[in-house]
Nanobody
Framework: QVRLVESGGGAVQAGGSLRLSCAAS????????MGWYRQAPGKERELVAD??????TNYADSVKGRFTISRDIANTVSLQMNSLKPEDTAVYYC????????????????WGQGTQVTVSS
């Protein structure tokens, strides 16, 4: 199993910054993609950004130029969020996709518990 522990959410005024971090632990062999999703009230969960094991990144159009995703070899993924807007308010979820774990042949997907980000105008 893989456990994802998120940190760094909170409340900030528009134009401010926050940094989210997510540490993966467990009997991990490798994780293909790690990323951040968000879900605002009444809306579907959406991809914010993700990063592959070889460093390729992908961003939602709404956050390009404002958010930066990074990942280290210890399977910690971070999201630096600058120039935050009220529409960025949501619960942010860490995701590990294509995870291979010790003793299993498959690839699995895991989610963190979510962290609230609130941006006030």
């Amino acid at each position: 199993q893989v456990r994802l522990v998120e940190s760094g959410g909170g409340a900030v005024q528009a134009g401010g910054s926050l940094r989210l971090s997510c540490a993966a632990s467990g009997s991990i062999v490798s994780i293909d993609v790690m990323g951040w999703y968000r879900q605002a009230p009444g809306k579907e969960r959406e991809l914010v950004a993700d990063i592959t094991s070889d460093g390729r990144t992908n961003y939602a159009d709404s956050v390009k130029g404002r958010f930066t995703i990074s990942r280290d070899i210890a399977n910690t993924v971070s999201l630096q969020m600058n120039s935050l807007k009220p529409e960025d308010t949501a619960v942010y979820y860490c995701n590990a996709g294509g995870a291979r774990i010790v003793g299993s042949l498959g690839r699995f997907r895991y989610w963190g518990q979510g962290t609230q980000v609130t941006v006030s105008s």
